[in-house]
């Protein structure tokens, strides 16, 4: 008999709660960049882009859409009996495959030009992290469970490195030169979001990888991690700009 791995209510809650989150972030940070001049508000428009997309894939997840079932065929080793095989179903929640490959590079943006990262080395992140996104999507939907799956989990960690060295040792060598402060702030900033982006990689590998996670469990963590990159990430980062005017960019 086959088997499915699918959500529940306390799933669908958490999916409402967080679009409500989101929908919220979105009209508080409008109304900051309202209150801004506008050649201050590139950050801004920026961090309200990023929650709009969220909102949008969580209202759609929320309502069952962007999800699809994925079967494993999963061998029984019985001892005496011929082997038998039988079938694993799970969702795969593939709208968060289209909000991240439009959010996390906003997302990078917004440290890009905080750092003061030049046009290459913002497209090189850019380019990277997309890369990661798409091919982590290709892993999710790795063919029944073979092991081409993990290689491209694999090729997926590497691009996530590219990231990592362009914001760690570019990013940070910017930051540092535009004076203490800010060279401060992109430290604390550019810390918290590797620190909450390497978790992203973790579940998936739990979840989606190796389905020891239910499906309500890689919601609540995902929800967990999703408000503190998007939501807390952007109110700190819009906060601290009206305060330090050295992370002005002109664009
Ligand atoms: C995947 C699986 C393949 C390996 C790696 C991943 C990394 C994902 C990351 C996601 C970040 C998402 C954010 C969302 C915003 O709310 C695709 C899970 C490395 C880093 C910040």
Redesign the pocket.
Same mark, same amino acid.
């Given at each position: 008999l086959p088997e499915y791995q699918t959500i529940t209510e306390t799933g669908t809650r958490t999916l409402w709660a967080v679009f409500v989150l989101m929908l919220l972030s979105m009209i508080v940070f409008v109304g900051l960049s309202w209150t801004t001049p506008i050649s201050k508000r590139l950050y801004h428009i920026i961090t309200t882009l990023?929650v709009t997309f969220?909102s949008l894939s969580y209202f759609a997840m929320a309502t069952g859409h962007g999800i699809s079932y994925h079967r494993t065929t999963v061998t029984d080793s019985h001892r005496h009996v011929p082997d038998t095989t039988h079938d694993v179903y799970r969702q795969v929640y593939w709208a968060r495959?289209v909000?991240?490959s439009l959010?996390?590079p906003l997302?990078l943006l917004d440290l890009a030009l905080l750092a003061g990262l030049s046009g290459g080395h913002i497209l090189l992140a850019v380019v990277a992290d997309v890369i990661? =996104?798409l &091919?982590?999507?290709f892993?999710?939907f790795g063919s029944e469970g073979t092991p081409q799956k993990w290689g491209?989990?694999a090729i997926?960690?590497i691009?996530?490195l590219v990231?990592i060295w362009m914001l760690a040792v570019h990013g940070r060598a910017n930051a540092m030169a535009k004076g203490g402060k800010v060279g401060k702030f992109f430290a604390s900033i550019a810390g918290f979001?590797l620190v =909450?982006? &390497?978790i992203?990689?973790i579940?998936?590998?739990i979840a989606?990888g190796s389905r020891k996670m239910t499906v309500d469990q890689e919601i609540i963590a995902y929800a967990v991690?999703?408000l503190l990159?998007?939501p807390v990430f952007g109110a700190w980062l819009l906060f601290t700009h009206q305060s330090m005017p050295e992370t002005q960019v002109e664009l």
């Open positions: 990023i969220a495959y909000d991240w959010t996390t997302l990661m =996104i &091919t982590g999507l892993a999710a491209w989990y997926a960690c691009a996530y990231v979001t =909450i982006w &390497t992203y990689p579940v998936w590998g989606d991690l999703d990159a998007k």
